[in-house]
Nanobody, 123 residues
Framework: QEQLVESGGGLVQAGGSLRLSCAASGRTFSSYAMGWIRQGPGKEREFVAAISWSGGSTQYADSVKGRFTISRDHAKNTVYLQMRSLKPEDTGVYYC????????????????WGQGTQVTVSA
């Protein structure tokens, strides 16, 4: 059974850093675009970052450009999100997503997603 499992969330002060991981299992996602979506308290889910199957293309939400970096390791079937200069407005549940189409990660819907990991940024 295909599964995406996120980890690395936690509580951090504003200005701090966190690195999220998304481990895929049950199949190889090497031909899939992958990415991160988040949902803040009282907010709708929003796109954060996407990476193509090859890793050659990435896209970020304007709100995280220059602060977040998405990457992937095919050998480990894992996608990462390095988050720096975190702000309280970055607080939310971060979900990993996978789809054959890059644009689906950006705009939804996507074929696979995980259970999410909580990120809380204190002021």
């Amino acid at each position: 059974q295909e599964q995406l499992v996120e980890s690395g969330g936690g509580l951090v002060q504003a200005g701090g850093s966190l690195r999220l991981s998304c481990a895929a299992s049950g199949r190889t996602f090497s031909s899939y675009a992958m990415g991160w979506i988040r949902q803040g308290p009282g907010k709708e889910r929003e796109f954060v970052a996407a990476i193509s199957w090859s890793g050659g293309s990435t896209q970020y939400a304007d709100s995280v450009k220059g602060r977040f970096t998405i990457s992937r390791d095919h050998a480990k079937n894992t996608v990462y999100l390095q988050m720096r200069s975190l702000k309280p407005e970055d607080t939310g549940v971060y979900y990993c997503a996978a789809d054959r189409m890059f644009r689906a990660i950006v705009a939804g819907p996507y074929e696979y997603w995980g259970q999410g990991t909580q990120v809380t940024v204190s002021a």
